[in-house]
T-cell receptor, first 112, second 117 residues
Framework: SQKIEQNSEALNIQEGKTATLTCNYTNYSPAYLQWYRQDPGRGPVFLLLIRENEKEKRKERLKVTFDTTLKQSLFHITASQPADSATYLC???????????FGTGTKLQVIP | GAVVSQHPSWVICKSGTSVKIECRSL??????MFWYRQFPKQSLMLMAT?????????EQGVEKDKFLINHASLTLSTLTVTSAHPEDSSFYIC?????????????FGPGTRLTVL
């Protein structure tokens, strides 16, 4: 079955460093991957989308890559801040263009 | 931006009662609305997809008679959990795509915490 996997349940990083989160997909080739931020008790907030024909996309301190050979997307937050502490979800479209499958998320803690 | 609201933000009910959750797109027309459920420390699981004026499409394993979805207009979808039981306690989140944008971007509501006693 189609899977989106975020193998790191949690990641702790020192303030100012670059946080790198990993998302792997198996048994299919998504047309796009998305990254969301979710704070406790809140709905996800869309951050970035990257399509399969794009290698890299940036938005302010965020960078996302899409490697179709490794079947992997990396999500980077540069100059991380305590306010970046949250759970980050990766999602890929599945069963059509609109529907997405979510990974279980990586909880990022930025330590001052 | 695109704002999606949900009401109520939390609800506690007795076992056997029905609960209705509303999802509204506040500043745009929603082409499609999605309903998700999220258990603690788990990911979002899609329950159903609905388009305005047509019947919802439910994911495998989701009981359509238990989770009634009504997509009455381009800005409102409702999810009714009928005869709720403690195992239905979860965080329910809706999302929608915009009629004027590509269908690959979903805007999520803030979620509704349902606790069934």
């Amino acid at each position: 079955s189609q899977k989106i996997e975020q193998n790191s349940e949690a990641l702790n990083i020192q303030e100012g460093k670059t946080a790198t989160l990993t998302c792997n997909y198996t048994n299919y080739s998504p047309a796009y991957l998305q990254w969301y931020r979710q704070d406790p008790g809140r709905g996800p907030v869309f951050l970035l989308l990257i399509r399969e024909n794009e290698k890299e996309k940036r938005k302010e301190r965020l960078k996302v890559t899409f490697d179709t050979t490794l079947k992997q997307s990396l999500f980077h937050i540069t100059a991380s801040q305590p306010a970046d502490s949250a759970t980050y979800l990766c999602a890929g479209n599945s069963g059509g263009y609109q529907k997405v499958t979510f990974g279980t998320g990586t909880k990022l803690q930025v330590i001052p | 931006g695109a704002v999606v609201s949900q009401h109520p933000s939390w609800v506690i009910c007795k076992s056997g009662t029905s609960v209705k959750i509303e999802c509204r797109s506040l500043d745009f027309q929603a082409t499609t609305m999605f309903w998700y459920r999220q258990f603690p420390k788990q990911s979002l699981m899609l329950m159903a997809t609905s388009n305005e004026g047509s019947k919802a499409t439910y994911e495998q394993g989701v009981e359509k008679d238990k989770f009634l979805i009504n997509h009455a207009s381009l800005t409102l979808s409702t999810l009714t959990v009928t005869s709720a039981h403690p195992e239905d306690s979860s965080f329910y989140i809706c999302s929608s795509t915009r009629a004027d944008q590509k269908a690959d971007t979903q805007y999520f509501g803030p979620g509704t915490r349902l606790t069934v006693l």
